[in-house]
Structure formats: structure tokens, C-alpha cells
T-cell receptor
């Protein structure tokens, strides 16, 4: 398996623009997680899905953030409108059996909002 | 909520042994993970402890004491490639078993 795939790897955009991050989990994994990592706040869970259904989005910072999982092999995290403080590395991870199972992380998307 | 504490940075010498500590406070402990993260890369799984005691896996071992809210990661025969951040993460059974990550310990291995 190729592991968790994320795109793009790097994104530079201007404040106010819409940003869409994409993730393909490991085939057969029922859980998908979106994290954000910054120097100041470390690794934070934003939202996670089980069988394509959002289970907990309490980590989503604001209404500007939204996430979808239309099928078992694809998820998106959208920021609209983006702000400079959204600059971070966004990781997608998947696990086979649950939120407390080993999570496999994608390479991340480094987002810079100017 | 949870509170997870790890030292911010540590330095050790190639070939030596280093112990990275993690203390936590949680109302519904349901397991503790250690992840390794090299600079600019994604975290990768190292170990999982849910019962008290030591879990050994090659050069790496992880220890857990639930009564003390304490874990450590032990790295033996340090190699230069072990220079990375080490993240402690706790699963909270009162929060749907969700993981909360500590800030990570940046380990620098010197020749």
C-alpha cells in the first residue's frame, strides 16, 4: 500500500482565498483524522471520521473550516476564507480499528497564507 | 480535559542511552502512544502501552505507570538518525478515546 496520500504538499495563498487540502487514506482503514501542527500549539486534532461519517469536529477552530469525506478513499479539508494564522502543516492520518488504534500519517500539507 | 507534559529538548551522545519522560493527567486513561517525528516529516508510530510495565521493541522501550500518570521512552545505543521529536499521546476514554498529543521532546544526538 502507498500509505496515506495528501495533496498538495505545499500551498501558498493569499489571505481571503479558499484553500482545499486533500487526503486518501490507507485502503481498508475505517478511521480518518485531520490534524494541524504549529510550533506554538503542537499537533492538534481537528476532526475525525468513522466510515465516512464525521464523529467529532470539536477541534475545528472556526466556521471557516469544513471537512468532508464523500467516500472511503477521499477526504477534503477546506478553509474559506483563509487567514495568515491558518499557516501550519496539516496532516491527514488513518487507522484500521479505532481512534485509539495506531494512526498512520500522511506526509502533510504545508500551508502558508500571506 | 488532559494535560500532557514532556521536556522540550534533550541532548545525548551517540551510543548512549536516553530516557524521555511524559506525565499526564486524564480522567479516563485508555492507552498511551509514542510517535517519532523527524524534522519536516510526518509522525510515525513507535509504541503503545495500556497496561503497567515495560514494552521492549529492539533499541526502543516504553514504560507505563498508570497510578503515577507517567511514561517514559527509552532509547538505547543511540544513533545519529535518532535525532527527532518524540511525541507522547494519551487516549481519553471519556472523550471517545481520542488522542491528545504532548508538545513533543526534540532529541539531538551528538557524535
Amino acid at each position: 500500500d502507498a500509505g496515506v496520500i495528501q495533496s498538495p504538499r505545499h500551498e501558498v495563498t493569499e489571505m481571503g482565498q479558499e484553500v482545499t487540502l486533500r487526503c486518501k487514506p490507507i485502503s481498508g482503514h475505517d478511521y480518518l483524522f485531520w490534524y494541524r501542527q504549529t510550533m506554538m500549539r503542537g499537533l492538534e486534532l481537528l476532526i475525525y471520521f468513522n466510515n465516512n461519517v464525521p464523529i467529532d469536529d470539536s477541534g475545528m477552530p472556526e466556521d471557516r473550516f469544513s471537512a468532508k469525506m464523500p467516500n472511503a478513499s477521499f477526504s477534503t479539508l477546506k478553509i474559506q476564507p483563509s487567514e495568515p494564522r491558518d499557516s501550519a502543516v496539516y496532516f491527514c492520518a488513518s487507522s484500521l480499528a479505532g481512534v485509539d488504534d495506531t494512526q498512520y500519517f500522511g506526509p502533510g500539507t504545508r500551508l502558508t497564507v500571506l | 480535559g488532559q494535560n500532557i507534559d514532556q521536556p522540550t529538548e534533550m541532548t545525548a551522545t551517540e551510543g548512549a542511552i536516553v530516557q524521555i519522560n511524559c506525565t499526564y493527567q486524564t480522567s479516563g486513561f485508555n492507552g498511551l502512544f509514542w510517535y517519532q517525528q523527524h524534522a519536516g516529516e510526518a509522525p510515525t508510530f513507535l509504541s503503545y502501552n495500556v497496561l503497567d510495565g515495560l514494552e521492549e521493541k529492539g533499541r526502543f522501550s516504553s514504560f507505563l505507570s498508570r497510578s503515577k500518570g507517567y511514561s517514559y521512552l527509552l532509547l538505547k545505543e543511540l544513533q545519529m538518525k535518532d535525532s527527532a521529536s518524540y511525541l507522547c499521546a494519551v487516549s481519553d476514554g471519556n472523550a471517545g478515546n481520542m488522542l491528545t498529543f504532548g508538545g513533543g521532546t526534540r532529541l539531538m544526538v551528538k557524535p
